[in-house]
């Protein structure tokens, strides 16, 4: 194998997950009428951050979503609330807020789940839409102040 060939494969192998797709969609559910992250939201935020699913220098988007229970008008702000705690969460675990282009609750549309009673525990839901065809290098912190 030639030398050129084998730096490629190891420069493909040594790419974080992450960059290896153009965008990944990673779905977080809530608790009725709750914009507070659930403990098992936080765990999988932590695990997308700790196996490099989310990374500094990805474009990210958050957008948030509420079942048909409710107004719409409480739906729209609840959605809201949703997507900002998520970019809140990820950005005091390490996440540079200047990558996150996007935070948009859109209340009761897009519904994904189908139930006529109770509402639906996936439509309460937030995307983190992660664009890792932009990835940007953070530069590093400089040690002298």
């Given amino acids: 194998m ?3 060939l ?20 990673f779905k977080l559910f809530f608790d009725l009428g709750i914009a507070s992250l659930t ?17 500094n220098g990805s474009e990210i988007m958050i957008v948030g979503y509420a ?4 107004t ?8 809201m609330e949703r997507a900002s705690n998520v970019k809140k969460y990820l950005i005091k675990y390490g996440i540079d807020g200047n990558y996150v282009k996007l935070v948009e609750g859109k209340g009761e549309v897009h519904r ?8 639906f525990p996936t439509d309460r839901r937030v995307d983190i839409v992660v664009n890792n065809r932009t ?3 953070t530069p590093p912190v400089s040690s002298k102040l």
Avoid: F
């Fill in 2 to 4: 030639s030398k050129t």
């Fill in 6 to 25: 084998l730096s490629i494969l190891l420069s493909i192998i040594t790419l974080p997950v992450s960059a290896q797709h153009e965008t990944d969609t």
């Fill in 39 to 55: 403990s098992a939201s936080e765990k999988k935020i932590d695990l997308l951050i700790y196996n490099d699913k989310i990374i």
């Fill in 67 to 70: 079942d048909y229970l409710g």
């Fill in 72 to 79: 719409e008008g409480r739906n729209k702000t609840l959605s």
């Fill in 112 to 119: 994904i789940g189908h139930s006529d009673k109770g509402g």
């Fill in 135 to 137: 990835i940007k290098k």
